[in-house]
């Protein structure tokens, strides 16, 4: 990982645990298959998310509670925010480091 990408990481991951309240774990996390909202997803970083069109920025573990997950708009300004999903709707979750 570059300087780079560790600095938006840093970042994000400050983001989301000021919005969350506590710290979140170093894990690295690509995607998560998920029950979200009455539905099953698959929700991976980059990508735009099904039910409200903002962009994945970073997907966060929560200790043992669950993710997560760090909304950003995709276009024009906008408000940043997360999503948190609980452990037990969680069924797989794949790390970038794989």
Do not use: W
Not at 78 to 93: C, E, K, L, Q
């Amino acid at each position: 990982m570059s300087a780079v990408d560790e600095t938006r990481e840093a970042e994000l991951r400050d983001f989301a645990e000021s919005a969350v309240g506590h710290v979140l774990h170093k894990r690295r996390i690509h995607s998560i298959s998920c029950r979200l909202e009455g539905r099953d997803a698959t929700l991976e970083v980059g990508d735009t998310d099904a039910f409200e069109g903002q962009t994945i920025a970073a997907i966060f573990q929560a200790g043992r509670t669950g993710f997560t997950v760090l909304l950003e708009p995709t276009t024009g300004p906008g408000t940043s925010r997360t999503v948190d999903i609980p452990h037990n709707h969680v069924y797989d979750s794949t790390d970038f480091d794989r």
